[in-house]
């Protein structure tokens, strides 16, 4: 399953994960699945959740049994260096901060 995240700024935990053809969605420690096993193809959206306290998915397209999801990618505020941290660990950390400010797709 193909992961594309729009990066936003926010307070939210959010991760995702894939079994199959079973997305699982964790915000802020509450879980929900989307199976789009029996699914055919074409173009989902409008997702809805009573248990995720807001929604990252925005669309889901199934091609021949490949899925490529379009979602959120939640980051929080600029690192500040910690007052033990060494030069190396606080760059290491901005830099994978930074990265989460861009779009992206990644494999999940």
């Not at 802020?28 to 997702?47: I, K, L, P, Q, R």
């Not at 049994?65 to 505020?77: D, R, S």
């Not at 060494?86 to 779009?103: C, K, P, S, Y």
């Amino acid at each position: 399953m193909k992961l594309k995240l729009i990066p936003q700024c926010g307070d939210n935990d959010v991760s995702f994960s894939a079994l199959g053809q079973v997305l699982t969605v964790i915000v802020n420690g509450s879980v929900e699945t989307f199976d789009f096993t029996s699914a055919g193809d074409g173009t989902f959206n409008g997702f809805e959740s009573d248990v995720l306290p807001s929604m990252p998915l925005l669309s889901a397209t199934k091609t021949d049994g490949v899925i490529e999801v379009l979602a959120i990618g939640c980051y929080g505020p600029e690192p500040v260096r910690e007052e033990e941290e060494t030069d190396d660990a606080f760059q290491a950390r901005h830099a994978e901060w930074d990265a989460l400010r861009f779009n992206r797709e990644v494999e999940i």
